[in-house]
C-alpha cells in the first residue's frame, strides 16, 4: 500500500495514539499534517518523522485557528484529502468519584455535584471539535473525493462508569461518523470510525495503575471484562488504520464504527 498522493491532517497528533497514526501513514508514503493545541508535543513527533510531517498549532474549539491550520497545510501541500479527527478527552468536572449513587455519602463527589461547565467541555472537545474540523477540512474533498476517520471508544458501545459526559459524547462521536457517511456518499468522501478498547495512555495511566506501578481496582475490572485480559498496544490499532486508509482495500466501507478491543464490545460477563 501507498498514500503518496495523501494529504493528511490529523487532530490530537500530539497524544500517543494519533502521533503513532502519523508515522505509519507517513510510513506508506503520505503527507501528515499533526495539529495540537500543543504546539512542542505535536513538533517532537513531527520531527521523529521526518519532511513528511508538518506540526501546526491549532485550537480544534476555534473555527479561525482550524482555518488557519488549513491555510499552512495547503500552501505547503496542497488540498487535503484525509482527515483523522483524534482530538477529544474527558475532564475531572464531568466526572463522579463513585460508581454507582450512595445517598448521604459526605465528601464524594456524585452525580449531583458534576459541573455544568465540565460537561458542555466535553462534549466540546469531542463532538463540536470533530463538527468544526470537519467543516474546514472536508470543503477540499467534496469535488475530488476523500476518507475521514474519527475516533469513537468503547464508551460508545456500554457506558462506562464515573465518566457519563465522555460516554455520552463517545456515542455520539459514533453517530456522528455515520451521519457523515450518508451525507458525504455522493461526494466520494468515506468516513468511518475506530473504536479503541482498553489502551494505557497519557490520559488515563493514573487511573488504570497505583504510583507503585501495580494495578488500580478498575484495571482489574477491565481485564476481567476484556477476554483477551490485556490491554491493547498502540500497534494494535495500525491494521486498521491502514486498512480504512486504502481505498482499494476499503473503498466500499463506510459509516462504520470498528471495536479494537480484544473482545470488550463481545462478551456480556457471563
Given at each position: 500500500m501507498k498514500l503518496t498522493d495523501k494529504v493528511i491532517a490529523i487532530t490530537g497528533a500530539g497524544g500517543i495514539i494519533c502521533s503513532a497514526f502519523a508515522k505509519a501513514l507517513a510510513e506508506e508514503g503520505a503527507k501528515v499534517a499533526l495539529l495540537d493545541i500543543n504546539e512542542e508535543a505535536a513538533r517532537k513527533y513531527a520531527d521523529e518523522i521526518g519532511e513528511n510531517a508538518l506540526a501546526i498549532k491549532c485550537n480544534c474549539l476555534d473555527k479561525n485557528s482550524i482555518i488557519q491550520a488549513k491555510k499552512v497545510i495547503n500552501e505547503k501541500w496542497g488540498k487535503v484529502n484525509f482527515l483523522i479527527n483524534g482530538a477529544g478527552g474527558n475532564n475531572p468536572r464531568a466526572s463522579t468519584d463513585n460508581e454507582t449513587m450512595t445517598p448521604d455519602l459526605e465528601g464524594v463527589k456524585d452525580f449531583f455535584a458534576l459541573e455544568e461547565s465540565g460537561l458542555k467541555f466535553v462534549f466540546d472537545l469531542n463532538i463540536t471539535s470533530?463538527?468544526?474540523?470537519?467543516?474546514?477540512?472536508?470543503?477540499?474533498?467534496?469535488?475530488?473525493?476523500?476518507?475521514?476517520?474519527?475516533?469513537?471508544?468503547?464508551?460508545?458501545?456500554r457506558p462506562l462508569t464515573k465518566i457519563p459526559a465522555y460516554s455520552a459524547a463517545k456515542a455520539g462521536i459514533s453517530n456522528f461518523t455515520q451521519w457523515l457517511a450518508v451525507h458525504f456518499?455522493?461526494?466520494?468522501?468515506?468516513?468511518?470510525?475506530?473504536?479503541?478498547?482498553?489502551?494505557?495512555?497519557?490520559?488515563?495511566?493514573?487511573?488504570?495503575?497505583?504510583?507503585?506501578?501495580?494495578?488500580?481496582?478498575?484495571?482489574?475490572?477491565i481485564l476481567a471484562a476484556?477476554?483477551?485480559?490485556?490491554?491493547?498496544?498502540?500497534?494494535?490499532?495500525?491494521?486498521t488504520l491502514l486498512w480504512l486508509a486504502d481505498d482499494n482495500a476499503s473503498g466500499f466501507v463506510?459509516?462504520?464504527?470498528?471495536?479494537?478491543?480484544?473482545?470488550?464490545?463481545?462478551?456480556?460477563?457471563v
Open positions: 470533530a463538527f468544526l474540523v470537519t467543516q474546514v477540512f472536508a470543503e477540499d474533498m467534496v469535488k475530488t473525493g476523500g476518507n475521514i476517520i474519527n475516533i469513537s471508544s468503547m464508551n460508545a458501545y456518499a455522493p461526494c466520494n468522501i468515506r468516513c468511518n470510525a475506530i473504536a479503541p478498547g482498553f489502551f494505557v495512555t497519557n490520559q488515563n495511566r493514573s487511573l488504570l495503575f497505583n504510583p507503585d506501578g501495580t494495578p488500580t481496582a478498575r484495571t482489574g475490572k476484556t477476554p483477551m485480559k490485556k490491554f491493547g498496544e498502540i500497534s494494535d490499532l495500525l491494521g463506510t459509516g462504520t464504527v470498528i471495536p479494537v478491543d480484544g473482545g470488550f464490545s463481545a462478551y456480556s460477563g
